[in-house]
């Protein structure tokens, strides 16, 4: 039997590939229903890619283009605060490793 050789996760999310949709963001933050309800934690501490993060003026940032596609945020905000559909055509994340 072969031994497995397990990468840490920063190691074995650098082996997939985004193709970037220059059609803009799929993620939008409603960052007002989001400052409303200090929603900016939760997001930055749900997503395992760390795609958002909270800027200066206590603002939610995207960094759509490392998106995993998961549906962690959505599922973990009230409706409304995000709108997020896939990217566009063949744009997103190719997994090459599970």
Same mark, same amino acid.
């Given at each position: 039997m072969t031994a497995i050789s397990v990468l840490p996760l920063n190691q074995r999310l650098a082996l997939d590939h985004f193709d970037i949709d220059d059609g803009g963001?799929?993620?939008?933050?409603?960052?007002? #229903?989001?400052?409303?309800? #200090?929603?900016?934690p939760l997001l930055v501490a749900v997503c395992p890619a760390g795609v958002y993060s909270l800027n200066g003026v206590g603002q939610v940032d995207v960094e759509y283009a490392a998106c995993l596609e998961c549906g962690t945020c959505f599922a973990a905000v009230p409706e409304g605060t995000l709108s997020w559909h896939y990217p566009s055509g063949s744009c997103g994340i190719s997994f090459r490793e599970g």
């Amino acid at each position: 039997m072969t031994a497995i050789s397990v990468l840490p996760l920063n190691q074995r999310l650098a082996l997939d590939h985004f193709d970037i949709d220059d059609g803009g963001s799929h993620i939008l933050v409603n960052q007002e #229903s989001c400052a409303s309800r #200090s929603l900016g934690p939760l997001l930055v501490a749900v997503c395992p890619a760390g795609v958002y993060s909270l800027n200066g003026v206590g603002q939610v940032d995207v960094e759509y283009a490392a998106c995993l596609e998961c549906g962690t945020c959505f599922a973990a905000v009230p409706e409304g605060t995000l709108s997020w559909h896939y990217p566009s055509g063949s744009c997103g994340i190719s997994f090459r490793e599970g």
